[in-house]
C-alpha cells in the first residue's frame, strides 16, 4: 500500500471536528504541517490554549481517523498552542460557521453518526437499527434514523410510522425541506426518514430503481430538516459498497456497527463489510452478533448459527464487540407490530440492546459536560453548550 498524499491525509483529518468549534480542525486551521515516512504520520495540532480539555478527544480522533489507512502505522503529534492572531481568526471562523449552520439542513455537526451495516443481507441490521434508535431515545437522546436501504426499506414499519413525509420552506428556504416524521419515547424522540415514507407502496419503491442510491441518500442527508440531533442512526442497505462510499464522502465521521451471525463462515463475510470501512476510510466502532443462541422455555440454550462469530470478527478487526442479541421471536414480532423489543423490557434480546445502547451513549463524548476552553467565546453556540472556565493563562 503506496504512502497517502499529504492532501489525502489533510482530507481524513477533516472527519475530526472540534466539537466546541463545530468544525474540523483542518478548517479551522488547527493542523499544520504534515510529514510521512516509514509508516508514521506526524502532524502539528495548535490549540487554541494549551490546556484545553478537549485535547485527550482531539488525539484520539486523529488517531482514530488515520491509523484506518493502512499505510500508516503510527502518528505521532506534535502539539503547540495558537498566537492571539490565530486564535481570533479561528474565533471567527467558528462563529461564521454557526451563523451558516443555522441554515438547518445538513446534520448538525455534534450529532455522532452510526451507520448499522453487514456484510450480507438478513442478519437484522434493520432490527439493531430500531432497536439500538429506540434505545437511546428512551434514554432521552433525540435520535434521527435514516432508512439508506431505498428500496428494501423496512424502518417505516418496524417503528410502526407509516405516514408519507411533508417537505416545507424552512426559514425562507428556497427549496422545501424534508420534515422528518417524529416519534416520541420516552423523555426522548425519534426522527425518522425513509423512502417508505415517499412512495405509495413497495410497487411504487421499484419504480425508483433508476434512481442513483447514493443520490438518495444525499438527499437525505442534506434536503431533510433534521433539526437538532444527539444522534443519527443509519440503516445501510445489505452488499452495496456504493451507499458505504457516498457517506464517507458526505459525512466522514460516519462510524459503521457491523452486525454478523454468529456462524464462523458469516463472519467472513462480515469481514467484508470491515474491508470496505477500511478502503473508504470510515471508522468501525464495534461488533453486534445478532441470532446469537435461542434460549427455549425450559431455560437450555441452542446456539442454532454457531457460535464465536461476533468475537471473532471483532478480534480481527481489532475493535470490541459491544453485544451479543440472541433469537427471540419479540424481535420479530416487536419489528412486525412496529413496538422495538427494547421499549417493552421483556427477555434478553432487550437487555442486550439497551446494553449495547448504553454503551455507545458511555463511548460518545458529551460536549455539554466537558467544561470548555477559556479562549472560546460563549457565544459561539454550534448547537452545543459552551461553558466559560476561569483560566488565568487565557
Ligand atoms: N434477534 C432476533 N431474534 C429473532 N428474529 C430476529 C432477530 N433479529 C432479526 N430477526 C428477524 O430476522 C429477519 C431479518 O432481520 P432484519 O430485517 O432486521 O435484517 P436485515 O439485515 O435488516 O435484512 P436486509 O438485509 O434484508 O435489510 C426479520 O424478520 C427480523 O424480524
Ligand atoms: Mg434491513
Redesign the pocket.
Known amino acids: 500500500m503506496p504512502a497517502p498524499t499529504i492532501d489525502e491525509v489533510r482530507n481524513l483529518l477533516r472527519a475530526v471536528i472540534d466539537p466546541e468549534l463545530g468544525d474540523n480542525i483542518v478548517d479551522l486551521g488547527m493542523a499544520g504541517d504534515i510529514s510521512l515516512e516509514d509508516g508514521i504520520v506526524t502532524i502539528g495540532v495548535k490549540l487554541t490554549i494549551r490546556g484545553c480539555p478537549l485535547r485527550a478527544q482531539i488525539q484520539k480522533d486523529i488517531r482514530s481517523r488515520l491509523e484506518v489507512h493502512p499505510w500508516v502505522q503510527k502518528v505521532k503529534i506534535d502539539w503547540g498552542e495558537m498566537n492571539a492572531d490565530e486564535r481570533s481568526a479561528v474565533m471567527s471562523r467558528a462563529r461564521w460557521n454557526a451563523k451558516e449552520n443555522a441554515a438547518d439542513t445538513a446534520v448538525p455537526n455534534n450529532a455522532r453518526v452510526l451507520a448499522i451495516a453487514s456484510g450480507k443481507?438478513g442478519v437484522g441490521?434493520?432490527s439493531v437499527t430500531v432497536n439500538i434508535a429506540a434505545a437511546l431515545a428512551a434514554a432521552g437522546k433525540t435520535v434521527g434514523v435514516l432508512d439508506a436501504?431505498i428500496w428494501?426499506f423496512?424502518i417505516p414499519r418496524m417503528l410502526g410510522m407509516p405516514d408519507r413525509l411533508e417537505a416545507e420552506r424552512i426559514n425562507g428556504s428556497e427549496k422545501p425541506k424534508i420534515i422528518p416524521n417524529e416519534r416520541v419515547v420516552g423523555n426522548g424522540l425519534l426522527k425518522v426518514v425513509s423512502t417508505g415514507m415517499l412512495v405509495e407502496d413497495e410497487g411504487t419503491a421499484l419504480m425508483w430503481r433508476g434512481l442513483m442510491l447514493t443520490k438518495a441518500v444525499e438527499q437525505f442527508l442534506n434536503d431533510v430538516h433534521w433539526g437538532e440531533l444527539d444522534y443519527l442512526v443509519i440503516?445501510m442497505?445489505?452488499g452495496t459498497g456504493d451507499v458505504q462510499m457516498g457517506l464517507a464522502r458526505m459525512l466522514p465521521r460516519t462510524d459503521l456497527l457491523i452486525v454478523t451471525t454468529p456462524a464462523v463462515s458469516a463472519q467472513k463475510v462480515a469481514i467484508r463489510a470491515a474491508d470496505m470501512a477500511r478502503r473508504s476510510f470510515l471508522r468501525v466502532a464495534g461488533v453486534i452478533e445478532n441470532m446469537s443462541s435461542f434460549e427455549c422455555a425450559h431455560g437450555e440454550s441452542y446456539p442454532l448459527f454457531g457460535v464465536g462469530g461476533g468475537q471473532a470478527l471483532a478480534d480481527e478487526i481489532g475493535v470490541e464487540l459491544l453485544g451479543q442479541v440472541p433469537i427471540e421471536p419479540t424481535v420479530a414480532a416487536g419489528g412486525d407490530s412496529g413496538e422495538p423489543v427494547v421499549l417493552h423490557g421483556i427477555g434478553n434480546a432487550a437487555t442486550v440492546f439497551a446494553r449495547i445502547a448504553q454503551r455507545i451513549i458511555e463511548d460518545t463524548p458529551d460536549v455539554d459536560e466537558m467544561a470548555g476552553c477559556s479562549a472560546r467565546d460563549e457565544d459561539i453556540a454550534v448547537g452545543v453548550t459552551v461553558r466559560r472556565t476561569l483560566d488565568p493563562q487565557a
Open positions: 443481507g441490521k434493520s436501504d428494501g423496512s440503516d442497505p445489505p
